[in-house]
């Protein structure tokens, strides 16, 4: 164990096992290159509150890395394509506020409890099993393409048969390109028949 100048500018401090220093605040002014394994058993502060300083913690592959950028006040992961860069693998993950993904959100199973609105180019929305729209609401209920007037609605393939459980109001015109089939009674205030009728 000894201490010594191994280089021009360089002091050693060489122990068999460990060198212990003691006191209530150690400053270290200059670059700190740790080669070894580093335990912290207390709290670890990055820069002051106002003055943060950026955390870079680098990856097994080069360009690749966990970023907190004080200045931008972000946390930035680079990882590789397609790979997995975030990992939960348990607890719950909280916003407060909101969630930008530019890519495609895979999401096994989606519980919204708040407001729920989708703006887009295209939206396509398939479904296996069963697919369900209601509203609990029975004043509001439920409406579909009443933002713009004169926008076309296609119900049902070639083949598909289309039921409406409850009564049915048309305020505009009735074009049918084949028969329709009245269980009830059809109140129709004006009728314009082109063909022929069959009672």
């Known amino acids: ?9 360089v002091l050693d401090l060489v ?3 460990e060198i212990e220093i003691n006191a209530t605040t150690i400053d270290v002014n200059g670059a700190l290159d740790l080669s070894g394994n580093a335990q912290l058993s207390g709290t670890v502060t990055v820069g002051a509150d106002g003055s943060g300083t950026d955390v870079i913690f680098y990856s097994g592959t080069a360009g ?7 200045s931008e ?7 590789t394509n397609a790979a997995t860069a975030l990992d939960v693998a348990d607890g719950n993950v909280t916003i407060a506020d909101d969630l930008a993904v530019d890519g495609t959100s895979n999401l096994d199973n989606t519980d919204i409890d708040g407001t729920f609105a989708v703006d887009g180019t295209t939206i396509s929305l398939d479904a296996t099993t069963s ?7 029975t004043s509001n209920g439920v409406t579909i393409n009443t933002a713009t ?10 083949t598909s048969e289309t039921t ?8 505009g015109d009735i074009d049918l ?3 329709i089939d009245v269980d009830g009674t059809a109140n129709l205030d004006a009728v314009d028949i082109d063909g022929a009728v069959q009672a």
């Not at 697919?131 to 609401?137: A, G, Q, R, V």
């Open 73 to 79: 006040e972000k946390l930035t992961i680079t990882g």
């Open 131 to 137: 697919f369900n729209i209601d509203n609990t609401n």
């Open 164 to 171: 409406v459980n409850d009564n049915l109001v048309v305020t």
């Open 149 to 158: 007037s004169g926008g076309p609605i296609s119900i049902g393939h070639t």
């Open 177 to 179: 390109a084949g028969s």
């Open 64 to 70: 690749d890395n966990f970023t907190w950028d004080a």
């Open 1 to 9: 164990t000894y201490i010594h100048q191994s280089a021009d500018g």
């Open 15 to 17: 122990s068999d096992t």
